[in-house]
């Protein structure tokens, strides 16, 4: 299998009067079918030239997610009557953002819960 190779199409950028060259400056279009088909197909090249390293792979991640504490809190830090602070929960992937009226031992208010937010999505950015 050969790799894809991605088309030049020379586009000049000029920022704070210093003009240059950027062949592939076309890959920033993300909804463009054309970029979208040079990706996919640079994504079967990887996962064929990487098939034989697949167990590999499972099994270091296996070992980073082992080391994980998953679900953690970060340090609160005050800010006017709140204490501001975020959290994890095992099995989620992503963080919740918090806060606390007055106390630490107040109750919590959620601020941003992003795994509400990344429900029903591929993922979230």
């Not at 210093?18 to 054309?34: G, I, K």
């Not at 090249?45 to 167990?55: I, Q, S």
Request: negative net charge; aromatic residues 12%; glycine residues 6%.
């Amino acid at each position: 299998m050969t790799p894809p190779i991605a088309q030049k199409k020379p586009h000049l950028l000029t920022l704070h009067g210093d003009t240059r060259l950027d062949n592939y400056f076309w890959l920033r279009e993300r909804t463009s079918p054309e970029v979208l088909a040079y990706i996919k197909a640079e994504n079967e090249y990887t996962e064929a030239v990487m098939a034989h390293a697949k167990p590999l792979q499972e099994t270091l991640y296996r070992e980073m997610v082992g080391r994980i504490q998953e679900t953690d809190s970060t340090a609160p830090y005050r800010q006017g009557d709140y204490f501001y602070y975020s959290r994890t929960e095992a099995g989620k992937e992503y963080p919740i953002y918090c806060r606390k009226l007055g106390s630490l031992e107040a109750g919590e208010e959620v601020l941003l819960d992003l795994n509400a937010l990344a429900e029903g999505q591929d993922y979230l950015v």
